[in-house]
């Protein structure tokens, strides 16, 4: 079992700037990567970005790019998301999730992770 505590969530501004963090507990070498994921009112749980926990190699959606930073920090156990010029789009519930990668999949999709935190509101007013 992995436990999967998410923290800073707010309400903000746009343009201005949050730091989510995520601290795994538990079996945690077992990680092969973890996960952001988001789901606003009314919509699908969706891809936000991932980094494989050996070799921080990351991926994000088209729509975050250049504004969203993924990193992780092995000794804390803790993946954080930087999240700068932030805008109303980006109001959601996120989660962060934790995959070992047994069951094959991608890190693309939710289906693909074996563990999830609880979330964190994230509200940007325009």
């Known amino acids: 079992q992995v436990q999967l505590v998410e923290s800073g969530g707010g309400l903000v501004q746009a343009g201005e700037s949050l730091t989510l963090s995520c601290e795994a507990s538990?079996?945690?070498?077992?990680?092969?990567?973890m996960g952001w994921f988001r789901q606003a009112p009314g919509e699908e749980r969706e891809f936000v970005a991932a980094?494989?926990?050996?070799?921080?190699?990351?991926w994000y959606t088209d729509s975050v790019k250049g504004r969203f930073t993924i990193s992780r920090d092995s000794a804390k156990n803790t993946v954080y998301l930087q999240m700068n010029s932030l805008k109303p789009e980006d109001t959601a519930v996120y989660y962060c999730?934790?995959?070992?990668?047994?069951?094959?999949?991608?890190?693309?999709?939710?289906?693909?992770?074996?563990?999830w935190g609880q979330g964190t509101q994230v509200t940007v007013s325009s």
């Open positions: 980094i494989t926990w050996r070799g921080a190699f990351t």
């Open positions: 538990g079996r945690t070498f077992s990680t092969y990567s």
């Open positions: 999730a934790q995959r070992s990668g047994i069951s094959g999949g991608n890190n693309f999709r939710a289906e693909s992770y074996d563990f």
